[in-house]
């Protein structure tokens, strides 16, 4: 076990050799022995090792396995000091070694060795990206949970800061082509990481790059298979696959699929979908993804089919005026119920639908159709005008901060309580505080504040191990 003035000397030795450094094996075994001294002896051998790597290709699993050790020592500054010297090795067919060294070293929980590790893995990402995903993709793949789990947040926060020069189109394509792997198996969380990472690709902006993507998330979505509503993974799974390809629709990149699979599985079985998460209006967002999708759907087999089954779901939620009894009054004891959002969604998507078939209604076996249609389209519009009166007497008087006010305590009363927060009616007398906001444009909504909890894993379910499981992956350290 080698002394600190040990150290220096053959330091010494192996510096003043200059071009003859390889000669002196020996001393550089010294070094190596170091590893086992005690803090002093094991610092300086965390500096030293790196320097002189180069020079003995013969010595490079010992000298590797040797820095690997101080990466694993008690001392928290004998481990920074080790894994901030790893980009040294990581030359030729060490790097995706070092590649795969360091992203099982994203697993730590001290905060300055993460950012070591994370500056590593960049450091040698510049110097050959290929080996470098080679080793990062390999944990993903096979490692612990919270390396594979750090591994795909590193990829989908990192990637996007490096340059061209490094992200070159080989590059992207091993990056695709591994992700696919991954893709076949992933938690609902992991599939949203790498869709924003594959998103991001240069050579993925083109139209068939985001068709490639809209095929990855349609495999997701599993749209060959029929759809449970009464299974929560089932729906959530539907959900957040299509929320991912949404934003990849154009007029050159079709919904078609989707639009069909919504039309012909979902709607018929709207009332009785499961929803994945407390509180969350399921009907409403699959109406909402659908009215989103409905601009982008190009030439459908069975449009008039279902156009029809979008239609009669339509006429559900817009309907007729109630039976006047002979003294003028309603004869039912509950005035209609008016679903606004609803009936927005669904309008909307029947539009851009019946675009493509424009004697749907007009054609002379539907005229009856279209009369019923006139009669709730006039009642509707009848109950939007008093709902809109109700609802500016009751915001008279009150301002904005005075409505916060009554909102958040609102909000506060529901949390103390333990209940769930109240829905909004859905007759004209609403609330002045839940406020339905009129269409403005093609369409009034904001998918994004669809957000919740992101469930357990995509594929994993079509091997009969559960949806919440990914699978046996081996364990342990690799490297």
């Known amino acids: 076990m080698p002394t600190v003035e040990e150290l220096y000397r053959n330091y010494?030795?192996?510096?003043?050799?200059?071009?003859?450094v390889g000669q002196h094996k020996d001393a550089y075994q010294v070094i190596l022995d170091g590893v086992k001294g005690g803090t002093k002896e094991k610092r300086l051998a965390a500096q030293f090792i790196p320097k002189f790597f180069k020079h003995f290709p013969e010595l490079a699993d010992s000298a590797i396995n040797a820095q690997l050790d101080l990466c694993e020592d008690e001392d928290v500054s004998i481990r920074r000091q080790a894994i901030k010297e790893l980009p040294q090795f990581a030359t030729g067919e060490n790097l995706p070694r070092v590649a795969d060294i360091l992203t099982q070293l994203l697993q730590t929980d001290d905060s300055?060795?993460?950012?070591?590790?994370n500056n590593a893995l960049l450091s040698i990402f510049k110097m050959d990206a290929k080996g470098t995903l080679g080793g990062l993709f390999s944990q993903i793949l096979q490692g612990e949970d919270i390396v594979r789990e750090r591994a795909i947040k590193f990829l989908s926060t990192k990637l996007k800061t490096l340059p061209d020069e490094v992200l070159t189109k080989e590059v992207e394509e091993l990056i695709l082509t591994e992700s696919k792997k991954?893709?076949?198996?992933?938690t609902g969380e992991e599939f949203v990481l790498f869709m924003k990472i594959l998103s991001g690709l240069k050579s993925l902006q083109t139209v068939s790059g985001r068709q490639q993507l809209v095929e990855l998330v349609a495999e997701q979505a599993d749209l060959e298979q029929t759809f449970n509503p009464s299974d929560p993974d089932c729906v959530d799974r539907l959900l957040q696959c299509t929320r991912q390809a949404v934003p990849l629709f154009s007029k050159n990149v079709h919904s078609t699929r989707f639009?069909?699979?919504?039309?012909?599985?979902v709607l018929p079985n709207l009332s009785s979908l499961t929803t994945p998460v407390e509180g969350l209006d399921i009907q409403l967002e699959v109406l909402k993804l659908l009215a989103e999708m409905s601009s982008f759907c190009g030439d459908m087999e069975k449009l008039e089919t279902n156009l029809r089954k979008l239609f009669d779901k339509l006429l559900e939620y817009m309907p007729l005026p109630p039976e006047e009894a002979e003294n003028g009054e309603n004869a039912g004891n509950e005035e209609p119920k008016l679903q606004f959002s609803y009936v927005e969604c669904l309008?909307?998507?029947f539009h851009q639908l019946g675009r493509k078939l424009p004697d749907f209604?007009?054609?002379?076996?539907?005229?009856?159709?279209?009369?019923?249609?006139k009669i709730r389209l006039?009642?509707?519009?009848?109950?939007?005008?008093?709902?809109?009166?109700?609802?500016?007497l009751a915001l008279q008087g009150k301002t904005g901060e005075a409505l916060k006010t009554e909102e958040q305590k609102r909000a506060n009363e529901d949390t103390t309580s333990g209940s769930p927060p109240k829905k909004p009616p859905t007759g004209p007398k609403r609330d002045a505080r839940q406020i339905y906001n009129p269409p403005s444009g093609k369409y009034s909504?904001?998918?994004?504040?669809?957000?919740?909890?992101?469930?357990?894993?995509?594929?994993?379910?079509r091997g009969g191990r559960g949806w919440g499981a990914r699978g046996n992956r081996s364990r342990g350290r690799l490297y």
């Open 12 to 20: 010494g030795i192996l510096a003043d050799a200059t071009e003859q």
């Open 112 to 117: 300055a060795e993460f950012n070591l590790v």
């Open 182 to 186: 991954v893709l076949e198996d992933v």
């Open 259 to 265: 639009v069909t699979y919504f039309c012909e599985q």
């Open 347 to 349: 309008l909307y998507s």
């Open 361 to 373: 209604l007009t054609a002379k076996l539907n005229a009856e159709k279209l009369k019923d249609f």
């Open 378 to 392: 006039q009642y509707f519009a009848r109950g939007l005008q008093v709902y809109i009166r109700q609802l500016r």
């Open 445 to 461: 909504s904001n998918l994004g504040n669809f957000n919740y909890e992101q469930r357990g894993a995509f594929r994993g379910s």
